[in-house]
Antibody, heavy 123, light 107 residues
């Protein structure tokens, strides 16, 4: 069974940092890309960014609202994806999800999501 | 960036109704479109991928169609468990972009 579990959310002051983790099991993590999404309160879903698997270079790309502040990384030995969030703003308050993203490789993209972790940015 | 315009933003419907939701892309995205269902406080659930492929385990009353710039999600006979918010997502090019969502409520 595929499982993704986010952790690391919480209350943080504007300008501070937070690191989210996405611990996975049940699929070959090293062969898969991973995306982070977020659900803004009272609004819709937003794509945060994506990291490719190492076979495709392992690079990450980001949405405009987080580019330069957020960094996605991965540890294939532990099957974990990370979202490092720096210079947090109040508008980053959201539930953050990780999702498997095998686009270009297979049909296993955005089919499995974690349960989400709430990040609240407030003074 | 590709803009996804989803309509309607909200609708009221009755059990048994046929429901159609549309997403229009600001430029061609081939069939690189996914539809999700999200209920309050729950994780988004993939219903349709590659514009028209039904996710395993999703009831056959859900269907997707379209290519290029116009896409449709159809629920052939609305059931009580289908009252939710639906989103489209284009993944043809970065940044990936969602439609604004369609909230389907009980009439």
């Amino acid at each position: 069974e595929v499982q993704l579990v986010e952790s690391g959310g919480g209350l943080v002051q504007p300008g501070r940092s937070l690191r989210l983790s996405c611990t996975t099991s049940g699929f070959t993590f090293r062969d898969s890309g991973m995306s982070w999404m977020r659900h803004l309160p009272g609004k819709g879903l937003e794509w945060v960014g994506f990291i490719r698997n190492k076979a495709y270079g392992g690079a990450a790309v980001y949405g405009a609202s987080v580019k330069g502040r957020f960094t996605i990384s991965r540890d294939d030995s532990r099957s974990i994806a990370y979202l490092q969030m720096d210079s947090l703003k109040t508008e980053d308050t959201a539930v953050y999800y990780c999702t498997r993203d095998g686009r270009g490789t297979n049909s296993y993209y955005f089919d499995c999501w974690g349960q989400g972790t709430l990040v609240t940015v407030s003074s | 960036d590709i803009q996804m315009t989803q309509s309607p933003s909200a609708m009221s419907a009755s059990v048994g109704d046929r429901v159609t939701i549309t997403c229009r892309a600001s430029q061609g995205i081939s069939n690189h479109l996914v539809w999700f269902q999200q209920k309050p406080g729950k994780v988004p659930k993939r219903l349709i991928y590659a514009s028209s492929s039904l996710q395993s385990g999703v009831p056959s009353r859900f269907s997707g169609s379209g290519s290029g710039t116009e896409f449709t999600l159809t629920i052939s006979s609305l059931q009580p468990e289908d009252f939710a918010t639906y989103y489209c997502l284009q993944h043809n090019s970065d940044p990936l972009t969602f439609g604004g969502g369609t909230k389907v409520e009980i009439k």
